[in-house]
């Protein structure tokens, strides 16, 4: 079974290591293929879209011209 979910975690660069000031974003599966052949995962807006392997590399992709891309510091299977 093909993995739906998953939790992304963004720490704030230039703060400490405090988890309450982190970004949760939840991204589900969509249809689509990254460019390295792997499903993407997008969150309900549309602007947080990852490709996420089999083996959980992640690959953040730029939906916008001015997006500075981060990568989670942690991620979490939902479902």
Same mark, same amino acid.
């Given at each position: 079974?093909?993995?739906? #979910?998953?939790? %992304?975690?963004? &720490? &704030?660069?230039?703060?400490?290591?405090?988890?309450?000031? =982190? =970004?949760?974003?939840?991204? &589900? #599966?969509?249809?689509?293929?990254?460019? $390295? @052949?792997?499903?993407?995962? +997008? =969150?309900?807006? $549309?602007?947080?879209?990852?490709?996420?392997?089999? $083996? @959980?590399?992640?690959?953040?992709?730029?939906?916008? +011209?001015?997006?500075? %891309? #981060? *990568?989670?510091?942690?991620? *979490? %299977?939902? =479902?």
């Amino acid at each position: 079974m093909e993995t739906e #979910r998953y939790e %992304l975690t963004f &720490h &704030h660069a230039g703060t400490d290591p405090d988890p309450s000031e =982190d =970004d949760v974003v939840v991204v &589900h #599966r969509t249809s689509a293929t990254g460019p $390295g @052949g792997n499903p993407v995962y +997008s =969150d309900d807006t $549309g602007i947080v879209q990852a490709e996420i392997s089999s $083996g @959980g590399e992640i690959r953040m992709l730029a939906t916008g +011209s001015h997006q500075a %891309l #981060r *990568r989670p510091t942690a991620t *979490r %299977l939902l =479902d």
